[in-house]
């Protein structure tokens, strides 16, 4: 058995092991792993999504356990400080002694930080690791303003986070341009231009000479005599390569680091290679992932199957969205080959910017650069990588737009295309996965092939070959309800609308297979609440539970009850009552983030008899358990609030009463602030009106939840008129076209055209319906009824509220504890 | 204070529903072989089409379930095995490539009513009883 050391514990480190594991197994192979920092492997690529997740475990490669599952024995926080040659052994910094067979050096680099004076001081970081990110982060709280030294690839990310941290951000770059590894000066211009549109500030050809500052920093001191006051400094310049402990050891280094290695990634050790960006293969280091893990394959290669792999170099091709900005940059981007020919595309309005280089004779591809729109990339690059012929106006494949091109780009790609460059992964590749495993879904292939779960980009175009394949094995890719319905909740809209079906049975007779399930059921149920508002309890077994027993359901099968309130106002009266039926029914009481009061606990043979008592003192079903419209939350507005420009409370309780009862393809939550202190939080709703000098500003689709987005400017400064006709025919829009529970944020993140798409049909009427839909809103505005006024006032709809069907008492198994003075379900 | 409303007691277990049924029960299935007890439940129209109901029998809580469109009655314990609550007989039943099923409200886990094998998942399986219908009442067949 032979034992392996590897030093570092990076993204390359980590591949590594994954590689040599899928080859040799511990009886063949002892595997031990050193990395210096507290945690395992992670993602570095996309290093600026922690600023906004904040979670290290969704940039990891892997957890904790995976190393102990293939047994990899991994030493984290422990940093090799020197390797013993001779005695074949290496020492960390804890004095702890581990003997190998074969070393691997996968140590990395470091933030290359400039000799400039003042560098010292508080207030600047290098942007590296996640304890980096941490140390910005907590810095970042009580500063107003920050700077970026460095305009390449990962200063203009570290830009990004930084302006996501919401501090007014510069970017300093030595150079003429923005990128000028990968960009032309074009390109840069374009770049640049869009990024200062959003609100970047850019400053090129500056040589920092000092930092100022009393103990920390305050400004930036130029060569060229000028200033810039910024309280933060985030250096971002360059690499240099970890080799501290391999030129102590006597292992060759270049003149500017990097462990020197031959095409086997074997240095002048013959037990030890190097990897990733330590290694210095043919004078270059590779600052880039996908070449690190083709290093870590070719030295896998050798150690588990004795092959005779050689690493040729890489190609240093990059696709990125840089703060929303596609950036593409591949082969030889800037038409460096002798006689290169040209081809420039640029749109200055839309900040588009696209160039090809074709060799002398006009026949193959070399390079080129695209931003703006990168859509491209992915086919320019196969037609590159595979010598592809171009077509007779090769001018077209930037010009094309992305959709028609795209796809019959990919027709003539060859199966032995890479697609996946990270992992190195081919067309061929994919197609028989999909064909052999039946996948049916990008994620699936991704989980079943690893494609595209490196630097991501070249999901795009396996979600294109996935479509393809799927195609051609006859399989249509259509969003059909379930095994019970061929078609669409769209198509299903119309069906029941134009057919005028009234029944879940006469729909599944007529149009669908099958006894149904729990997919369909509530699905139907909810189309036909949102077209004929009927009450939803006649069809009560094809309702989810809580539709079924107008409640919430809660653990232990009890259910909650929520009054509506509109707009969360609510007399002293009112409350009184709420209290005295909680005390009666013994109902835990707690306030919903909605501005109503929620009471928890209730059997299922009191829920009527609780209504009862809350319709006699005036209230009404608050469709908590629906998808439905949930509550219209308003701040004080102008009637108290000295900030405030309108009678918020008086139209969400308008807008409120409109919409109660409507059912929607899920719940629905709008709000009304009174001023742009927002103090309703209408951005994070389906549907936000926010008061200006002038009328309402009206947004729409954001939402809170697990992945919370704001709500987007639909149009601005109208009257209240205007606005509730906005939203009659926005909600219509969304109940008719959206997907089974989704919500309005991912039904617009979803739509061809986006909001552009969404304002030209309900503001323009470009589809020419905005009429139906409004007459749709009033129809159901019109027939609306209290659900819980109809239950409670037929006995018969009343006797299904019970538990048992051969006994009046109630489930005897709920179980209730205590806490703070009320009852909770018994945990289960 | 007005005395018509009871206070929260500091011990919610003398809630009056706690005094029966306190034991947990075992579910077993019942084979229409072993049946030497039919229970008369209830009478057809007191159950809802194409859905369950909930019936006590000695304390055993049961789920049964006319399966209208398919002119088929179930019954299956009417606990879920996933979190150990009382609720199957108000999941939405249906059916998977013909297998007729009953998903429990809670986190929607399916199971097949003819064996009670669980269809999405590794829960346990329903213990199931053999149903009859005669002269328009429902009965559940159990070994004593």
Redesign the interface.
């Known amino acids: 058995m032979k034992k392996v050391v590897v030093v570092g514990n990076g993204m390359v480190g980590y591949k590594f092991c994954e590689k040599l594991r899928s080859k040799a197994s511990s009886d063949k192979i002892e595997l031990v792993v050193f990395g210096e920092e507290p945690i395992p492997a992670y993602d570095r690529v996309h290093l600026s999504e922690y600023f906004s997740e904040r979670s290290s475990e969704k940039l990891s490669m892997a957890p904790k356990n995976w190393y102990m599952e293939n047994d990899v024995t991994l030493h984290t926080g422990e940093l090799v400080t020197s390797i013993d040659r001779e005695n074949k052994k290496v020492i960390t910094h804890h004095g702890h002694e581990e003997l190998y067979d074969k070393l691997v050096l996968a140590t990395g680099s470091s933030a290359l930080v400039p000799p400039i004076t003042g560098v010292d001081k508080a207030g600047v970081f290098v942007y590296r690791t996640i304890e980096d990110l941490d140390n910005i982060i907590s810095y970042g709280k009580n500063v107003k303003s920050a700077a970026v030294l460095g305009g390449g690839l990962l200063g203009l990310e570290a830009g990004k986070a930084l302006m996501d941290m919401g501090l007014e951000t510069h970017i300093i770059e030595f150079a003429p341009k923005l990128m000028p590894r990968q960009l032309d000066d074009h390109g840069s211009a374009t770049l640049r231009q869009t990024l200062e549109s959003l609100g970047l500030q850019i400053h090129l050809n500056k040589n920092t000479k000092e930092i100022r500052g009393n103990g920390k920093l305050e400004r930036l001191a130029f060569n060229d005599g000028g200033n810039l006051e910024v309280d933060m400094l985030v250096i971002s310049c360059g690499i240099v390569p970890r080799d501290e402990m391999a030129t102590t050891c006597g292992l060759n280094t270049g003149p500017r680091g990097g462990v020197i290695v031959d095409n086997q990634l074997l240095t002048n050790d013959p037990d030890i290679y190097a990897i990733g960006e330590v290694a210095l293969y043919n004078n270059m280091i590779y600052g880039l992932v996908a070449p690190g893990y083709d290093m870590a394959d070719v030295v896998v290669n050798q150690l588990a199957d004795g092959g005779k792999k050689e690493f040729k170099g890489c190609d240093m091709s990059t696709k990125l969205k840089l703060i929303g900005v596609d950036v593409g940059s591949f082969g030889d981007a800037l038409g460096e080959t002798p006689e290169a020919k040209t081809i420039v595309f640029e749109d200055e309005q839309q900040g588009i910017y696209k160039r090809i280089n074709l060799s002398a004779d006009g026949k193959r591809l070399l390079g080129g650069i695209l931003v703006g729109d990168a859509s491209q990339y992915n086919m320019l690059w196969q037609i590159m990588d595979n010598e592809l012929a171009l077509p007779p106006a090769p001018e077209e494949l930037i010009l094309a737009s992305r959709g028609d091109a795209g796809s019959d780009a990919l027709g003539p790609l060859p199966d032995s295309a890479q697609v996946c460059s990270c992992e190195n992964i081919t067309k061929g590749d994919i197609v028989n996965a999909i064909k052999e495993g039946n996948l049916e879904n990008v994620g699936q292939v991704k989980s079943c092939t690893k494609a595209g779960t490196g630097c991501g980009a070249c999901s795009p175009m396996v979600a294109d070959i996935l479509n393809d394949t799927l195609k051609s094995m006859g399989k249509v890719v259509r969003k059909v309800l379930c095994e019970h319905f061929d078609y669409t909740r769209q198509e299903l809209y119309d069906l029941i609308k134009i057919k005028n079906i009234k029944s879940y049975e006469d729909l599944l007779n007529t149009y669908g297979s099958g006894d149904g399930c729990e997919i369909c059921k509530p699905a139907v149920a909810s189309l036909m609440a949102s077209i004929w508002n009927d009450l939803v309890t006649k069809q009560d077994t094809i309702q989810d539970t809580n539709d079924r027993y107008l409640a919430n359901i809660q653990k232990g099968g009890s259910y909650s009850v929520v009054p509506r309130v509109p707009g969360g106002e609510i007399t002293p009266d009112k409350l009184i009552v709420l209290g005295e039926v909680a005390k009666k029914y013994n109902l835990y009481s707690k306030i919903t983030g909605g501005q109503r009061i929620d009471l928890f606990g209730a059997a299922l043979e009191d829920l009527p008899k609780i209504w009862e008592e809350l319709i006699d003192a005036g209230f009404e079903s608050g469709h908590a358990y629906g998808k439905a419209l949930r509550t219209v939350k308003s701040c004080v507005g102008s009637t108290w609030c000295r900030f405030g420009l309108h009678d918020s409370v008086s139209f969400a309780v308008e807008v409120e009463n409109r919409y109660r009862g409507l059912r929607a393809p899920h719940k629905l939550k709008g709000a009304v602030s009174g001023c742009r202190r927002e103090c309703a939080e209408a951005q994070s709703k389906d549907f936000g009106i926010i008061a200006t000098e002038l009328g309402w500003n009206l947004y729409v689709c954001g939402n809170g939840g697990a992945n919370p987005q704001h709500a987007q400017l639909l149009a601005g400064d109208i009257d209240s008129e205007t606005c509730i006709k906005y939203l009659d025919r926005f909600l219509i829009y969304y109940i008719r076209t959206a997907e089974p529970l989704n919500r309005t944020a991912t039904w617009l993140n979803k739509m061809e055209g986006g909001l552009n798409h969404l304002k030209s049909v309900v503001i323009d009427d470009t589809l020419g319906i905005c009429d139906e839909l409004e007459s749709d809103m009033q129809y159901m505005v019109d027939t609306y009824k209290c659900e819980w006024k109809e239950v409670v006032n037929d006995p018969k709809l009343r006797s299904k509220f019970s538990h048992f069907i051969n006994s009046e008492t109630g489930d005897p198994t709920q179980k209730f504890e205590e806490i703070r003075g009320q009852k909770i379900p018994a945990a289960w | 204070m007005?005395k018509?409303?009871?206070?929260?007691g500091?011990n919610?277990?003398k809630?009056l529903?706690?005094?029966?049924?306190?034991e947990l029960i075992n579910y077993e299935t019942v084979s229409l072989e072993e049946v030497n007890t039919w229970f008369k439940?209830?009478s057809i129209e007191?159950?809802?089409?194409?859905?369950?109901?909930?019936?006590?029998y000695r304390?055993l809580?049961i789920a049964?379930f006319n399966?209208s469109?398919?002119n088929e009655w179930y019954a299956t314990q009417n606990l879920c095995p996933h979190?150990?609550?009382?609720?199957l007989a108000?999941?939405?039943?249906?059916?998977?490539?013909?297998e007729?099923?009953v998903?429990c409200?809670?986190h929607?886990k399916?199971f097949s009513l003819k064996s009670g094998k669980n269809l999405n998942g590794n829960e346990c399986d329903l213990a199931t009883y053999p149903v009859k219908v005669e002269s328009g009442y429902v009965y559940v067949g159990f070994k004593e």
């Open positions: 007005d018509k409303y009871q206070l929260p500091n919610f277990q809630d529903r706690m005094n029966i049924g306190e439940v209830a007191d159950f809802p089409e194409n859905g369950g109901a909930c019936a006590v304390g809580q049964i399966f469109r398919r979190k150990q609550q009382m609720i108000r999941g939405i039943i249906g059916s998977q490539k013909n007729p099923k998903a409200p809670y929607k399916a």
